[in-house]
């Protein structure tokens, strides 16, 4: 069994944790092939290395195994997550679980595919488009105000939001930013799109579910950004709009804890965290 091995080497807990996970995988016998990884975007030959690869193994946060993951979904290759980070909800492994490492070579695992988004910016003489797998938002500029932000989907006006921003989620990502701006958590067995307000100056704004196969076009009539996982950062004219709709490729996410239940770990990384 290959393994692309990949940590982030800005991140000190990572760093650390490095060498002990190695050894692990090298003591249950599999072709380990490192991964020089350090933020920003991967590199062509190591992208090159995930594609030769029957799994990738990523130590890191949350952060890290989004990065990761995306780029795996294109060649097919699922993903097993070390928690290295602070909450870590992405992950499948524990730093105190390295003792169920065995049932990857074994194949005791399970692999959950994960709904990603397709991204695409729209301006007056090109496009864009990028892959999100948490969400993407459009927010206000530099400046703190609100901005006005049309929603359609289909053709047919869906609302207009007065607010700091608009949050297009999947619901692997409605336990990061969009629950943070009062979104519901939603199981990630489920496909569909979450868009949720951010700081809506309406009392009676609420989160929108919409199903899988919508396609929601924004946009924003002053000067915004697209920020797409925290990732990408493009700044946004009144007559760009951004449509989002899914992406043809599911993230793979291998899972070895036995524990794995989605409600059992949003219980341990979320509520119990108070």
């Keep these: 069994m290959r393994v692309a091995y990949v940590f982030n080497r800005a991140a000190g807990g990572a760093t650390e944790a490095a060498p002990l996970l190695e050894k692990a995988l090298r003591d249950i016998g599999v072709e380990l092939l490192p991964m020089s990884w350090q933020d920003g975007p991967l590199l062509e030959e190591d992208a090159s290395i995930l594609a030769s690869c029957d799994a990738a193994v990523v130590l890191g946060g949350d952060g890290s195994m989004i990065h990761i ?3 795996a979904a294109f060649y097919d290759v699922p993903v097993l997550g070390v928690n290295g980070g602070t909450v870590g909800f992405m992950a499948g492994l524990e730093m105190n679980q390295l003792d169920r490492l065995p049932c990857l070579i074994q194949g005791q695992y399970s692999v959950e595919p994960r709904m990603m988004l397709e991204v695409t910016v729209t301006r007056p003489n090109e496009t ?3 892959t999100a797998l948490n969400e993407a938002v459009v927010s206000h500029g530099q400046l703190s105000r609100l901005i006005t932000l049309e929603v359609t989907s289909g053709g047919k006006t869906v609302t207009t939001y007065r607010a700091d921003g608009v949050i297009v989620a999947t619901p692997t990502g409605s336990t990061a930013y969009s629950l ?3 979104g519901p958590v939603v199981d990630p067995e489920l496909n569909c799109m979450l868009l949720t307000p951010i700081c ?4 009676h704004t ?3 579910l919409f199903s899988d196969g919508a396609s ?6 002053s000067e915004a950004y697209l920020t797409v996982d925290s990732e ?3 700044p946004l004219s009144p007559e760009d709009t951004v449509t989002v709709r899914r992406h043809p490729r599911d993230a793979r ?3 070895l804890k036995e524990d794995n239940a989605f409600y059992e770990i949003l219980t341990q990384k979320l509520i119990d965290r108070r």
């Design 232 to 234: 990408q950062a493009v």
């Design 206 to 208: 609420r989160p929108l």
């Design 253 to 255: 996410l291998i899972t």
């Design 216 to 221: 929601l076009t924004i946009r924003a009539t």
């Design 69 to 71: 993951a995306k780029i």
């Design 200 to 203: 809506p100056h309406a009392m």
């Design 180 to 182: 943070s701006a009062g």
């Design 128 to 130: 864009q488009t990028f």
